[in-house]
């Protein structure tokens, strides 16, 4: 069976639609490339201001609330499990977690690694005029409301 140019034409169509809604759908579950926000002005947020920014407070993420304790401890509340773990921040503003009792992360980034006995997450955040924004791997996660103090 032969496919005529028409033919062709029209899976070609389609299955570039489908690229593009996948590409958009991607993009409203995890959020828009964080390159989108340095282009428009935005600016990474370095060590120092990263650990005052966290150290002390707890941030509310959709999935739960994260304490980061002042000596670098960390408690969770995620998915309403209470865990504990450590957190560290590098002289280029990347936070990470490590959290020895979590199974699976649902963080879908380069940045996320499960050993069999802990998971390690990372991520860091940009001021986009104002607003501090969170970005793991190439998707900006968005804005977390942080609170003074331990708010599990």
Known sequence: MLITKAELILFIAVVSSLAACGSRLENQLLGP???VLINGG????????TRAHV???TEVWKEGNVYYKPDGELELRW??????GTWEVNANGVVCWNVPDWKTLDLPDATSVQTARSARSCHYYLDDHGKITTVQGKYVVGVHEIKKGRKL
């Open 33 to 35: 490339d964080p390159q």
């Open 42 to 49: 935005a600016t990474r947020i370095g060590g120092e201001q």
């Open 55 to 57: 150290s002390g407070n």
């Open 79 to 84: 998915h309403k499990v209470r865990s504990r």
